[in-house]
């Protein structure tokens, strides 16, 4: 009943900058941080970004001073932008919450399905 669902994934050459984004729907009552990973081929899904329900935020080290996440509570919706690009960033991003749904009395995750970034060089 509660769905998250990412966009703005693409082809750019390094250098460049996307701008991803990931709205939460369906049956919500609330939901506390939200936080982006991304999974490379063979590699391990990686934190890369969270925020708070206050707006605390954190990085990974290796996209600190590039990256940025916020969200718009009124709108469930949060956003990763991602400035100067590298052919490292290439992944696949995943939005994830922590959403307590009106059919729950505790929150847990949801995960989006997922948006491909791939980075050029």
């Known amino acids: 009943q509660v769905q998250l669902v990412e966009s703005g994934g693409g082809l750019v050459q390094a250098g460049g900058s996307l701008r991803l984004s990931c709205v939460a729907s369906?049956?919500?009552?609330?939901?506390?941080?939200m936080g982006w990973y991304r999974q490379a081929p063979g590699k391990q899904r990686e934190l890369v970004a969270s925020i708070t329900s206050g707006g605390s935020t954190g990085y990974a080290d290796s996209v600190k001073g590039r990256f940025t996440i916020s969200r718009d509570s009124a709108k469930n919706t949060v956003y990763l932008q991602m400035n100067s690009l590298k052919p490292e960033d290439t992944a696949a991003y995943y939005c994830n919450a922590d959403i307590r749904s009106i059919l729950s009395s505790y929150p847990r995750a949801y995960w989006g399905q997922g948006t491909q970034v791939t980075v050029s060089s």
């Open positions: 369906g049956s919500i009552f609330s939901i506390n941080a």
